[in-house]
């Protein structure tokens, strides 16, 4: 067998909490949505399901699988993450409608007296639709972005595991608020029209295209930790290019392919 196949084979993390919360959350939600079902069966109901269960597995792949373990060996394998993270986990979880499923799941007396007041609470309210506005969604989104791949911060990030938890938990988080307002995953209207998701996914992928061409063309390594330490024949600099491209053709198509299937819907 290949070094490379091996390694690939036994680099899971697996981490015992983490895969525990995610079959915790996953149980939730089929026991809402089974719960849902009995009340009002919708043709959406098994896509929501399959494309909320998805978006676990794709979570559990970016934080557990090897892609975790060679992120400090090679910038592809950190990029391939970061784009599970940002760009695909997100929008599969909302394409669920997540909401009343896990609070149908959870216990009732629970969600009546413990969850209720605090989800009516009309504060929190405010911060949500606020948070989830494209211009703030689209702008935490950016900002997150960018910081976090600033050399030295990044680099941090490689250093050190808590502040390399802080950037996944960045890249997740505001990729969950900036797909929001495109999948609108709350019932009833929603706040902001629809045409509001194009621009937003537009300027995504500008933003993905800038990004991964300043990987390809630089003309200078990025992250000098990864000249240091090297697990293949690739050199740096290809490791980088690898990178750049991973993040500019399949990001372009996670931007281009909903943003098409939009405007059809609205002409």
Do not use: C
């Given at each position: 067998?290949?070094?490379?196949?091996?390694a690939?084979l036994?680099?899971?993390?697996?981490?015992?909490?983490?895969?525990?919360?995610?079959?915790?959350?996953?149980?939730?939600?089929?026991?809402?949505?089974?719960?849902?079902?009995r009340?009002?069966?919708g043709?959406?109901?098994?896509?929501?399901?399959?494309?909320?269960?998805?978006?676990?597995?794709?979570?559990?792949?970016a934080?557990e699988?090897?892609?975790?373990?060679?992120d400090?060996?090679?910038?592809?394998?950190?990029?391939?993450?970061?784009?599970?993270?940002?760009?695909?986990a997100?929008?599969?979880?909302?394409?669920?409608?997540?909401?009343?499923?896990?609070?149908r799941?959870?216990?009732?007396?629970?969600?009546?007296?413990?969850?209720g007041?605090?989800l009516s609470?009309?504060?929190?309210?405010?911060?949500?639709?606020?948070?989830?506005?494209?211009?703030?969604?689209?702008?935490?989104?950016?900002?997150?972005?960018v910081?976090?791949?600033?050399?030295?911060?990044?680099?941090?990030?490689?250093?050190?595991?808590?502040?390399?938890?802080?950037?996944?938990?960045?890249?997740?988080?505001?990729?969950?608020?900036?797909?929001?307002?495109?999948?609108?995953?709350?019932?009833?209207k929603?706040?902001?029209?629809?045409?509001t998701?194009i621009?937003?996914?537009?300027?995504?992928?500008?933003?993905?295209?800038?990004?991964?061409?300043?990987?390809?063309?630089?003309g200078?390594?990025?992250?000098?930790?990864?000249?240091?330490?090297?697990?293949s024949?690739?050199?740096?600099?290809?490791?980088?290019?690898?990178?750049?491209?991973?993040?500019?053709?399949p990001?372009?198509?996670?931007?281009?392919?909903?943003?098409?299937?939009?405007?059809?819907?609205?002409?």
């Amino acid at each position: 067998m290949s070094p490379v196949v091996n390694a690939a084979l036994t680099s899971w993390t697996l981490n015992p909490g983490l895969i525990a919360l995610l079959l915790a959350i996953a149980a939730v939600y089929v026991r809402g949505w089974v719960r849902g079902r009995r009340l009002l069966r919708g043709e959406k109901d098994p896509f929501r399901l399959g494309a909320f269960l998805a978006g676990l597995v794709i979570l559990f792949l970016a934080t557990e699988s090897p892609l975790d373990t060679f992120d400090s060996l090679f910038l592809s394998a950190h990029m391939a993450q970061h784009l599970l993270l940002m760009m695909v986990a997100p929008p599969f979880l909302l394409l669920g409608h997540p909401m009343l499923p896990l609070l149908r799941g959870l216990p009732r007396t629970f969600v009546k007296e413990g969850l209720g007041p605090f989800l009516s609470w009309p504060l929190l309210q405010r911060v949500l639709k606020s948070l989830t506005a494209p211009p703030v969604a689209l702008l935490a989104f950016t900002v997150s972005t960018v910081v976090w791949h600033l050399p030295r911060v990044y680099e941090l990030a490689l250093r050190s595991p808590s502040w390399h938890g802080a950037q996944h938990a960045s890249f997740f988080w505001t990729g969950i608020l900036f797909w929001w307002p495109i999948v609108q995953p709350m019932p009833g209207k929603a706040p902001w029209p629809r045409w509001t998701a194009i621009p937003m996914l537009l300027f995504g992928d500008i933003l993905n295209t800038a990004l991964s061409a300043f990987f390809v063309f630089s003309g200078r390594l990025l992250y000098p930790v990864y000249e240091t330490v090297r697990a293949s024949q690739m050199g740096p600099r290809e490791d980088q290019i690898a990178a750049g491209l991973i993040m500019w053709v399949p990001g372009s198509i996670i931007y281009i392919v909903p943003a098409f299937i939009i405007v059809v819907r609205l002409v």
